[in-house]
């Protein structure tokens, strides 16, 4: 089955301790994206990556970081968790170039609360 | 700037009604692609319909259509025939790049309310 899998779907930490949540997807995609919900704000993109060893930042990227090493995973890493990255957070993928869309396959999502 | 504006925070609905769910778009690019997704309660991400910049007509998806108007970058979603599944929230999204090489920005939201 093609999906999006994130891992774990749901955390509780506290502040400054380093925390990875994965991303893994089976569809050969070529771009994988992270994103943060917060109400009222809809979906704000943390970092991308448009391919293996390339990543660029969103609109929301610090205190975040993620590798692109393999094309298939896309981890998100809080090195220092802070309260304010409590949210919701997705992965989604999707193919690239003239014969696609483009449209995102999303995750279920991880909901992560920092104490 | 913001680049997807969603300007209806909630909107309520009757079952069996239409409703049009509205998105303004800002982009410089010739080349882009529109998307909306639907996230229920559960919270998951439903594609539900796509409109490339260059397509002529407007895309239908079933009961979802969208309302096309390049001119005045607006990109508003029509379901007909409401149903009380369709509560929910939805989003509004642009890929600039042809025809998906770029980042893909969403907007705010708007909460759909269905009722019977």
């Known amino acids: 089955e093609a999906q999006v899998t994130q891992n774990p779907r749901y955390l509780i930490t506290v502040t400054g301790k380093k925390l990875t949540v994965t991303c893994s997807q089976n569809?050969?995609?070529?771009?994988m994206s992270w994103y943060r919900q917060d109400p009222g704000l809809g979906l704000r993109q943390i970092y991308y990556s448009m391919n293996v060893e390339v990543t660029d930042k969103g609109d929301v990227p610090e205190g975040y970081k993620v590798s692109r090493k393999e094309k298939r995973n896309f981890p998100l890493i809080l090195e220092s968790p802070s309260p304010n990255q409590t949210s919701l957070y997705f992965c989604a993928s999707s193919l690239l170039g003239a014969s696609n869309t483009g449209e995102l396959f999303f995750g279920e999502g991880s909901r992560l609360t920092v104490l | 700037a913001q680049k997807i504006t969603q300007t209806q925070p909630g909107m309520f609905v009757q079952e069996k009604e239409a409703v049009t769910l509205d998105c303004t778009y800002d982009?410089?690019?010739?080349?882009?692609?529109l998307f909306w997704y639907k996230q229920p309660s559960s919270g998951e991400m439903i594609f539900l319909i796509y409109q490339g910049s260059y397509d002529q007509q407007n895309a239908t998806e079933g009961r979802y259509s969208l309302n096309f108007q390049k001119a005045r970058k607006s990109a508003n979603l029509v379901i007909s025939a409401s149903q009380l599944g369709d509560s929910a929230m939805y989003f509004c999204?642009?890929?600039?790049?042809?025809?998906?090489?770029?980042?893909?920005?969403f907007g705010k939201g708007t909460t759909l309310s269905v009722s019977s």
């Open positions: 999204a642009m890929r600039e790049g042809y025809p998906s090489d770029g980042a893909l920005i």
């Open positions: 982009t410089s690019d010739p080349s882009y692609g």
């Open positions: 569809m050969n995609h070529e771009y």
